[in-house]
């Protein structure tokens, strides 16, 4: 069965340290990887997304993330983390044979001044 | 319109009550999607529209769950005899023309459900 996990279901950085939040995934076949963040009283915005091609993907507000298929991994990273960072993000997947999301439970980011 | 829209954002309602959510989609998105998040269950599908095609219910955690999508556009989501475990905040996302599975799905605020 396809799943994704999270690793950390919080994680705390200072103001200007690198951001690091781990997702993995489950699946006999590629997917298709996203990341999801998600502030406070409101929906899910895309942060970016791998679908072919290179695997280092940039994003919205300077996140990035890299395709590792040998680890089945897509780690979202930030080289500086800013107090607008904190927020809720989601890794998710989804395949060419289905049209859902399948998301993992989740990462708390707090950034402390 | 400019983004997806969901009414009520907040519904509170008693056990046993049935309750619909609405889902307003971007214009022209042809698929629709109902994701259900919990505090303990994280983000979970519920149910998938895609153009006139059958509905994909495979989400849907039981019977008194439904959805209907009339038009193409505007989705209601209907829980019937309402749990308390069915309290959650419950998110509709829609998607563009191309049926592929990589495009952005775009989400709206949601409506949070509190059963008493």
């Known amino acids: 069965a396809q799943s994704v996990t999270q690793l950390g279901s919080h994680v705390s950085v200072s103001e200007g340290a690198l951001v690091l939040l781990r997702c993995n995934y489950s699946?006999?076949?590629?997917?298709?990887l996203f990341w999801y963040v998600q502030y406070p009283n409101q929906g899910l915005q895309l942060l970016l997304k791998y679908t072919t091609g290179a695997t280092l993907v940039k994003g919205i507000n300077g996140f990035e993330a890299e395709f590792k298929k040998s680890e089945t991994s897509f780690h979202l990273t930030k080289p500086s983390a800013h107090m607008s960072d904190a927020a809720e993000y989601f890794c998710a997947v989804s395949f060419p044979s289905q049209g859902n999301l399948i998301f993992g439970k989740g990462t708390k980011l707090s950034v402390k001044p | 319109g400019a983004g997806v829209s969901q009414s009520p954002s907040n519904k509170v309602t008693e056990k046993g009550k049935d309750v619909e959510l609405r889902c307003d989609p971007i214009?022209?998105?042809?698929?629709l999607y109902w994701y259900r998040q919990s505090l303990g269950q994280g983000l979970e599908f519920l149910i998938y529209f895609q153009g006139n095609s059958a509905p994909d219910k495979s989400g849907l955690p039981s019977d008194r769950f439904s959805a209907e999508r009339t038009g193409g556009s505007v989705s209601t989501l209907t829980i019937q005899r309402t749990q308390q475990e069915d309290s959650a905040v419950y998110l509709c996302a829609s998607r563009g023309h191309l049926a592929t599975a990589y495009n952005e799905q775009f989400f709206g605020p949601g409506t949070r459900l509190t059963v008493l």
């Open positions: 214009s022209g998105h042809t698929a």
């Open positions: 699946s006999s076949v590629p997917p298709y």
